[in-house]
């Protein structure tokens, strides 16, 4: 046979059997496109909602970079008459986006000054006293600091302290195992926890609360959302502290406290001085996310925290283009310019009407049931989707529901965070995986239980406590 | 000649690093032993690097690297490598190459013999790079897991590919190699060659006649195989088995046998959507399968 034939189908097939996902999408999209446009959407809504299913599945399974997913949905946009190329552009960039770049950004300024080592030392001081509450201490501060800093920043400073104190762990003994488990899912949980606590702890809160004022004209401030989101954060807290200690039973006995130590060499006066500058500027910023987020946004307070790191010499401009995920923010610009489109198009009205027809066919059509349905479909879809890019698409449908009334797209947002079956639904999630010491299996066992309590806690907290404030 | 070991989990790997092993020291071959570590999401993955970054800058091993250490210590405990105070393993240094590709530095490391790396990311790809990029002859990897890695491997990696199953280091074991008259036959027999001599390793040849040809035919492949193997001063017996090709060679192979056979000459395409019949014998067998290209 001929030796180019040979390596021209063999590459072919190489490429087809790493971007099947991609050819299966597009003819899907294909097949869509070519059924006549159901009875109540026009034309540009319709295709509006099959960019959405397109996307969905090549997020779901990446067969392309998402820089590629998110030109591609621009393109669309415009080659399907979903809206023209300038309304699109202008969708394109909001302060949900800066606030992604510049928490992206911030977060890399922060993990690049070390403070992990103090952080230890510090909870080591408060929580010390036994091995038990110094991971109970991991967690709530992972929490704490995950609430305002976001997930990924908190899990980058934390995890070098749990693996020092779990280094020289035989994880062959079941309880060498937990323990090593037991420490890992605590800053995990703790950090994932956080992250719903307020609108800087995720990306996916900033992109609600910009459609809230978009579409419902409904302003959150800081403090509103913490008052909604803080209580189920420390409810949540207790519950998965006791749920871990009952997973994974462990002595303790070989978690190394001061672990951390013999992995650091003295800090110098010049350290000092940019900790302290790092803590000052850390201050800074979320004072200015509670005082001046109405005149000045969240993204540009973030974009403000990375300037005055870059301005006085913290970090290069290097060390922070190397690390960005410029991908990730391509992709939630597009993915939120799609969103807008599918409101102003009227598709997530079509889609909010068949949903209500749906329900009216229960035997119990109620509220409650709307809003069960709304936060399991958004956790469930967050999961497998991740949460941001779950809220920029499923955001506005959930506002449709009731626009007037927050407690549904509080609650999309809230379990659209709730990150506990699959590894690929946040950083967190993801960086533990990376480890190598927890499985994917390991985490859904864990995770579900959790998640199924949170679902209580949230349905809860907004039946009996959203509604006295 | 050049091979690549790729390693998984520790206790799963020493088959696979020893027979690896044994065959790169037959060949007097450069080896590389990577270890490919989980793919990460493109949203996490600059987060899992700048952590992974982070536990270098603590002194924390990051993921993979106690692997390679595990791996590096099992050679020297089996005297592949020889060991000396200065190439401890705690001394080592990451060196971030292109296309998730690192590889790690011994500091007293003063031969290129054995190169220790580590790739994230998508498993056949991974290899795939690897092998394009440092042009290795033979792929070995470990027979567990999911059997569709080792069709792609096959399929996609341009280097013979060595699927390590159910290998165990101090049984003794004989060479099995099925013959035809194709080219890829012509090059399981040089291979069986360096390798039965190195080891002195008793060989058996098989054939099975298909289609067309007689008898006769098919022994006159037989014996003209064994003479290449005499030559060499190699124990070599032959058998003339019946039955589909894949069935037959299949039964015949025991847990002793270590088989070596070429690769399917069929278009690609094909091999793709029906397999081949090396193919299938690398998944049916329970023991060690070497598919030379």
């Known amino acids: 046979m001929n030796e180019s034939y040979k390596v021209i189908s063999s590459s072919i097939l190489f490429w087809f059997s790493q971007k099947k996902w991609f050819v299966y999408s597009v003819l899907v999209s294909i097949f869509l496109l070519n059924l006549s446009t159901p009875v109540g959407l026009t034309v540009a809504a319709y295709h509006s909602l099959i960019i959405l299913l397109l996307v969905f599945m090549l997020v779901t399974f990446e067969p392309i ?41 911030f977060a890399i300024a922060i993990v690049h000054q070390g403070l992990d080592i103090r952080l230890a030392k510090l909870i080591i001081k408060i929580f010390g006293k036994s091995k038990r509450l110094f991971l109970a201490g991991l967690m709530t501060i992972s929490a704490i600091l995950s609430s305002f800093l976001g997930e990924h920043t908190v899990i980058a400073i934390m995890l070098p302290i749990g693996l020092s104190v779990i280094k020289n762990i035989d994880t062959q003994q079941s309880d060498g195992k937990n323990a090593v488990l037991l420490t890992l899912f605590s800053i995990a949980y703790g950090t994932i926890i956080g992250s719903i606590g307020t609108p800087s702890g995720g990306a996916r809160n900033v992109i609600m609360i910009n459609y809230l004022q978009e579409f419902s004209n409904v302003s959150i401030d800081y403090w509103k959302w913490m008052k909604h989101a803080y209580p189920i954060l420390i409810i949540q807290l207790i519950v998965a502290y006791y749920v871990l200690q009952f997973t994974f039973p462990s002595s303790l006995n070989n978690i190394k406290m001061r672990g951390f130590k013999k992995n650091i060499g003295k800090t110098d006066v010049k350290k000092n001085i940019n900790h302290l500058f790092s803590c000052l500027i850390i201050i800074g910023i979320i004072f200015s996310w509670f005082t001046f987020n109405d005149i000045y946004g969240l993204g540009i307070i973030a974009l403000a925290g990375a300037l005055t790191f870059m301005i006085f010499g913290m970090i290069s401009w290097e060390e922070i283009n190397k690390n960005t995920n410029w991908g990730v923010i391509l992709l939630f610009a597009a993915t939120i310019s799609l969103g807008f489109q599918i409101n102003e198009t009227g598709a997530s009205s079509w889609l909010v009407m068949k949903f209500n027809e ?48 927050i407690s549904f797209a509080l609650s999309s947002a809230i379990a659209s965070g709730f990150s506990f079956l699959t590894v690929i639904s946040s950083p967190t999630a993801m960086i533990l995986y990376s480890t190598g010491l927890v499985s994917t299996k390991m985490f859904f066992r864990v995770g579900i239980l959790m998640f199924c309590i949170s679902i209580i806690i949230l349905y809860l907290m907004s039946q009996f406590y959203w509604v006295t404030l | 000649m050049k091979i690549l070991i790729a390693i998984g989990g520790r206790e799963f790997s020493k088959p696979t690093l020893d027979l690896g092993m044994k065959i790169a020291n037959s060949f007097k071959s450069s080896t590389t032993i990577a270890y490919v570590g989980k793919k990460i999401s493109q949203f996490s993955e600059k987060d899992v690097s700048v952590v992974h970054q982070n536990l270098d800058n603590r002194e924390l091993y990051r993921p993979g690297i106690r692997t390679l250490e595990w791996a590096y210590d099992f050679l020297i405990s089996k005297k592949y490598i020889e060991e000396k105070d200065s190439n401890k393993f705690n001394d080592y240094l990451l060196v971030d190459e292109e296309n998730s590709r690192m590889k790690v530095l011994l500091k007293g490391q003063q031969s290129d013999k054995i190169d220790l790396i580590m790739r994230t990311g998508e498993i056949i ?31 996609f990696i341009d280097s013979s590919v060595f699927v390590v199953k159910n290998y165990s280091v101090n049984k003794k074991y004989r060479i099995l190699v099925p ?26 040849i098989v054939s099975v006649p298909e289609g067309k040809k007689s008898i006769k035919e098919v022994e006159k492949i037989l014996l003209k195989t064994k003479d290449k193997f005499s030559k060499n001063k190699i124990k070599a017996s032959t058998k003339l088995i019946s039955g589909s090709a ?13 088989v070596i056979l070429g690769v399917s000459p069929k278009n690609p395409i094909m091999k793709y959507f029906f397999g081949s019949k090396p193919l299938s014998i690398a998944q049916k067998c329970n023991c060690p399968v070497l598919i030379t290209k």
Request: negative net charge; hydrophobic residues 45%.
């Open chain 2, 125 to 155: 790809e991974q290899l795939k790079n690897e092998v394009e990029t440092n042009k290795h002859d033979i792929t070995i990897i470990g027979g567990g897991g999911n059997k569709g890695i080792h069709q792609k491997l096959v399929q």
């Open chain 2, 179 to 204: 013959v035809n008259e194709s080219k890829g036959s012509d090059m399981a027999i040089e291979t069986a060659i360096n390798f039965a001599k190195s080891y002195k390793l008793d060989v058996e």
């Open chain 2, 246 to 258: 894949v069935n037959s060679i299949v039964n015949h192979a025991k847990d002793d046998s270590i």
């Open chain 1, 358 to 405: 749906l329900l009216a066919t229960l035997p119990s059509n109620s509220m409650n049931v709307s809003w069960s349905i709304m936060a399991v479909l958004s956790g469930l879809t967050a999961n497998f989707f991740t949460s941001s890019a779950t809220v920029s698409l499923i955001g506005p449908m959930a506002i449709e529901l009731h626009p007037t009334d």
């Open chain 1, 65 to 105: 970079p998402f820089p590629a997913i998110a030109l591609l949905t621009l393109v669309l946009q415009v080659v399907l008459g979903v809206a023209p190329p300038n309304v699109v552009a202008s969708s394109f960039m909001n302060d949900a986006v800066l606030f992604v770049m510049g928490s992206l950004m």
